[in-house]
């Protein structure tokens, strides 16, 4: 009897989950598509404490034969989003902790972590532009100049935060932020709940700016919260990770991996994820209106932060090819992601397969988690970082030679 | 039930505390908290929250937040100032080791408000992440017993943004809730047993 109150209670969860942007908060109403799931699912608690250097998990990860792993940085609590400067500089975004660490490497091979901003809410977006660094906290945009110059003493940011005009949503609000090729920030704009009507040219999108803040343009439309991009090496397209909706069920929708051909295409959501059909806020559109995903990268995984090879340490079949951070599923039994993928592009930017890279963060037989992988970063040498939120420590992958 | 509470503790990352780390945890709260949020770690200052039976991420993510000057609570803010992650584990330990119950001085319980608010409490899914007797788990807090005024406040403060948790769950989850269902929700769950 309590399973089944409680089973009632739980099952209206998914449609009443924030609705930031709307009318005030619509009651639940109705059941939600999938009644099988466990209502009681809750975020994953993260972990803003130092973690000790043997604490960490790196004996227990695993890469394919002829790399080896090592640990780059540790003691950085909250790591997440990489970005380099023209001196080597590592420069981590956060989200909680409301810090951005700058990582530099001594003369012994050891690294030294300063905290060059904190207090700021959900930093997540760092990128360079020249010698600049560019933080995007929501919703403010700061720009730190010649930063790599002024590391011990970081300089007050110009605030650039007028120019952009973000909204100011704290849900989905923290920001993937890249420079591409031609100069311009590319960034996402998440929809600010689970799922819900929302203004399709605000939010759940894909745009790009010039550095000023001027110039705003859509680069694609439907993408319900990407924290993950990168522009092809080659065909200089923009690529960017997704994360699917919550509470549809266990195995659905798939997180996906978009190739935007074009600007301002539409990638369906919330009426559609490739081929799937939400089951309540389809509004009767056909999938194949849409632009459809060069890949699926599993449910729930929360796949983010992803790069492409280009560097010359990796065997010659990892040229080109996209390694992408899945940080782990908290809405679904059992786990899944928690690790590092790569997508296998043929040549004509087809995805031909996505195959395990970097394994281990995840105990299948326990079903629990020893970290938790959100970016990566091919650095100068060829050599690939990848953060560890849960874990606050950047492991360091190299091949051997 | 008993799934869903292993899936928890299984969740929770190990946070391993040796004996010198409880004796200064229970040195550092006699000093520093004890004089607010009271001996037992059941608060009896209005506005000031309980932390016995707090779980310990609950308590550790809160001080960061105070340590960092993300929650804005002055007093807080000087009292963390100081601490290094090692004494705020050691604080968590002490809180969460502490028995949870009731203020002294809570008042008595109005029945229709009770009502109002734990049918609102089940509209609003409150259980689902603070599970349905509301002991909370992980980052998310224990609610049940809590200051009525403190639970209140803090529920205004996540629908006005002043205030965001770990993640952005609860300005979502309050948005647009009116002052008088927060007053039902904060006595319904004050008087939870």
């Known amino acids: ?37 466990n209502r009681n699912l809750a975020p994953h608690a993260p972990k803003m404490t130092v973690t000790q250097p043997d604490q960490l998990p790196a004996s227990a990860l695993r890469v394919p034969e002829g790399f080896r792993l090592d640990v780059f940085a540790h003691g950085i609590p909250g790591a997440r989003m990489m970005t380099e ?22 003369a012994d091979g050891t690294t030294r972590t300063r905290v060059v901003a904190q207090g700021l809410t959900q930093p997540n977006g760092v990128a360079m532009v ?3 660094l560019y933080v995007i906290a929501i919703n403010r945009v700061l720009r730190f100049d010649n930063i790599e110059q002024n590391l011990d003493n ?25 420079l591409g090729p031609d100069g311009r920030l590319y960034m996402n704009v998440g929809v600010p709940c689970n799922i819900c009507e929302f203004d399709r040219d605000r939010y759940a999108l894909l745009a790009s700016f010039r550095p000023d803040g001027s110039d705003r343009r859509i680069e694609a439309r439907g993408i319900r919260n990407s924290v993950g991009m990168a522009h092809h090496p080659v065909t200089r397209e923009l690529w960017a990770t997704n994360n699917g909706r919550d509470w549809a069920g266990n195995d659905e929708p798939q997180d996906s991996l978009h190739r935007i051909r074009r600007s301002g295409e539409d990638h369906g959501f919330p009426f559609c994820v490739g081929g799937w059909t939400d089951p309540e806020h389809n509004a009767g559109r056909n999938c194949s209106e849409f632009q459809q995903p060069a890949a699926l990268l599993g449910p729930h995984v929360a796949s983010l932060g992803m790069r492409f090879y280009t560097g010359a340490m990796f065997p010659e079949q990892y040229r080109n090819q ?18 590092v993928v790569v997508a296998k592009l043929d040549a004509q930017g087809n995805v031909t397969g996505v195959e395990p890279f970097l394994t281990g ?30 874990n606050g420590a950047i492991y360091r992958v190299t091949h051997g030679r | ?63 960061i937040l105070f340590r960092e000057a993300l929650r ?21 330990a002490v809180f969460a080791a502490q028995p949870s119950g009731p203020p002294e001085d809570r008042a008595a319980r109005d029945a229709a408000r009770f009502e109002r608010g734990k049918a609102l409490s089940a509209r609003m899914n409150c259980g689902v992440c603070h599970l349905p007797d509301y002991a909370g788990r992980n980052q998310i807090p224990r609610l049940a017993g809590q200051r009525e005024e403190y639970l209140a406040q803090a529920l205004a403060d996540f629908r006005d943004n002043r205030r965001a948790g770990s993640d952005t769950q609860m300005n979502g989850v309050m948005y647009g809730v009116t002052d008088s269902d927060i007053a039902a929700l904060a006595h319904y769950l004050s008087h939870v047993e």
Not at chain 1, 322 to 338: D, H, K, Q, T
Request: charged residues 15%; glycine residues 10%.
């Open chain 1, 1 to 37: 009897m309590l399973r089944r109150t409680l089973a009632a209670c739980l099952m209206a969860a998914a449609t009443s989950l924030p609705a930031f942007a709307q009318a005030p908060a619509a009651p639940a109403t109705g059941a939600p598509p999938d009644t099988t799931m």
């Open chain 1, 85 to 106: 400067g023209p001196n080597g500089t590592i420069f981590a975004g956060s989200r909680t902790i409301g810090r951005v660490y700058a990582i530099t490497r001594n």
């Open chain 1, 130 to 132: 020249g010698n600049n």
């Open chain 1, 154 to 178: 970081p300089p007050q940011p110009v605030d650039m935060t007028e120019a952009f005009g973000l909204p100011p949503e704290q849900h989905h609000g923290w920001k993937f932020l890249t």
């Open chain 1, 322 to 339: 996209v390694f992408i951070a899945r940080r782990g599923s908290w809405n679904r039994e059992p786990l899944s992601g928690y690790d």
């Open chain 1, 361 to 390: 963060f995840r105990d299948d037989a326990g079903q629990r988690f020893l970290g938790r992988p959100v970016d990566v970063h091919v650095m100068r040498d060829g050599a690939l970082l990848v953060s560890d939120e849960q």
């Open chain 2, 1 to 63: 039930m008993r799934l869903a509470l292993l899936a928890a503790a299984l969740c929770a990352a190990a946070l391993p505390t040796a004996a010198q780390d409880v004796a200064r945890g229970r040195s550092l709260a006699a000093q520093a908290c004890a004089s607010c949020h009271g001996e037992d770690g059941r608060s009896h200052t209005p506005g000031v929250p309980t932390l016995a039976g707090q779980p310990a991420e609950f308590v550790t993510m809160q001080l």
């Open chain 2, 72 to 92: 804005p609570v002055p007093a807080m803010q000087d009292v963390a100032r100081g601490l290094g992650d090692a004494d705020i584990e050691a604080l968590a």
